[in-house]
């Protein structure tokens, strides 16, 4: 059977997420010899509490009468309650039960936020680098996509708004900015107070419209930030949430924070495509954060990768000396630039394959070609007592590539 012919326009803007085929690539190795991987962007399995959610998933079906059953395509109301709760409390930000809408994780409420708004031709400012996943998912939709420079402390305004006034003069619609204010995914930068203010500033300014993804907004290992919908007093801000980096990524429960009316509209796309998101998972969560535990995840959660990180750090600071990295704040990455005339892709398959250590290459987080040598480290899934020999490893391999050229 011949299929090519009959997909949709839309499948030419598709291409594979090069997270996912790693990944893949890693478990099916993984299978025959030991792999140690830097590759994931997820929480430590072992610091999970699967007991305790087995035993509140055993009461919820037992419970609820209508665990088993759809739930309203937004959210049970017990849970978008209890969200917006949680964003009053540990996100200062004045949410309401009807701003929130339950997601099937955060990547469900960056598609839905995607054909909702965008267009193709449509334009779209995001970080350099940014989250890979928004990328390849935006611009399935047709998105077109402007980058702007991360510095030590966020985007870089100046550029972003002569980015914006370039656009104009070109009448290319920008229709919105996307940013990951704390905990950057790859480069894990956080953007500084002074800076969401000054964002808010340039949106307002220019009419934007700014999609703030929170993903990593409590792993933050010094310092504290107020999300930029805190700052935002004109309804510029649609925020992007997940439980998913604090209570485990394959809960999948995420949400979008908007206006009221957005919310309905966004529910009308919702709908036909899921119904709504898995209904134990939902009261899960409701009864996670209703019984307090999500301080409690997250407080280990932060102890353990922050000691991780510091390994980490300290073993680049020795077996990659010569390389430029980022000492993230927050987040679960770190980024590593080889030297200009490494290729991170052939780098990341001969680390695979000859040295069993796996590896993100970053090239395709960034906009443009700027992160041709750039790789991407998780410090938060793989064992403490393996970074040391992995990043050692990644030492002998690059000085391996470099004494043959
Ligand atoms: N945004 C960012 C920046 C991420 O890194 C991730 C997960 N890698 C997500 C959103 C989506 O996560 P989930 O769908 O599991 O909530």
């Not at 801000?237 to 966004?266: C, M, P």
Request: charged fraction near 30%; proline fraction near 4%.
């Amino acid at each position: 059977m011949e299929y090519i012919h009959r997909f949709s326009h839309r499948i030419n803007f598709a291409r594979p997420s090069p997270i996912r085929t790693i990944v893949s690539k890693i478990a099916t190795l993984s299978k025959t010899r030991k792999i140690i991987s830097f590759a994931a962007g997820e929480p430590d399995p072992d610091i999970l509490p699967r007991d305790l959610y087995a035993s509140l998933l055993s009461d919820i079906l037992k419970e609820e009468k209508l665990s088993a059953n759809y739930s309203p395509t937004e959210g049970i109301p017990e849970l978008r309650k209890a969200i917006a709760k949680f964003m009053r409390e540990f996100e200062n930000v004045n949410a309401e039960e009807d701003e929130i809408l339950v997601t099937i994780g955060g990547s469900q409420a960056i598609d839905l936020l995607g054909r909702l708004f965008l267009d193709p031709g449509d334009y779209v400012i995001v970080e350099n680098p940014s989250y890979v996943n928004t990328i390849v998912d935006w611009e399935f939709y047709g998105a077109r996509l402007i980058g702007v420079n991360l510095e030590k402390d966020g985007l870089d305004l100046g550029e972003l708004e002569m980015k914006v006034k370039e656009a104009r003069n070109e009448a290319r619609k920008v229709k919105l900015v996307y940013v990951i204010p704390t905990g950057n995914n790859p480069a894990g930068v956080s953007m500084s107070e002074e800076k969401r203010k000054h964002l808010l500033e340039i949106a307002s300014r220019y009419d934007l419209l700014v999609v703030e993804d929170a993903a990593y907004n409590h792993l933050v290992y010094e310092g504290s930030y107020k999300p930029l919908s805190h700052y935002d007093r004109e309804g510029r801000v649609i925020y992007v949430g997940s439980f998913s980096k604090i209570f485990g990524t394959g809960l999948r429960i995420g949400w979008i924070r908007a206006s009221k009316d957005l919310v309905e509209v966004i529910k009308t796309i919702k709908g036909p495509s899921d119904m709504c998101a898995p209904v134990p998972l939902q009261y899960l969560v409701e009864r996670l954060l209703s019984k307090g535990f999500y301080e409690t995840i997250r407080k280990k959660a932060i102890e353990n990768y922050r000691v991780k990180r510091d390994i980490m750090l300290k073993a680049i600071g020795e077996y990659l000396r010569d390389t430029d990295y980022t000492k993230p704040s927050s987040g679960m990455f770190v980024l590593i630039k080889l030297p200009s005339n490494i290729d991170s892709e052939v780098f990341s398959q001969r680390l695979l394959e000859e040295y069993s250590v796996a590896v993100i290459p970053a090239k395709s987080f960034y906009i443009g070609d700027s992160g041709r040598n750039v790789i991407r480290l998780n410090f938060t899934m793989v064992d403490a007592d393996e970074i040391e020999d992995g990043i050692k490893k990644i030492g002998v391999c690059l000085r391996d590539m470099l004494g043959k050229k």
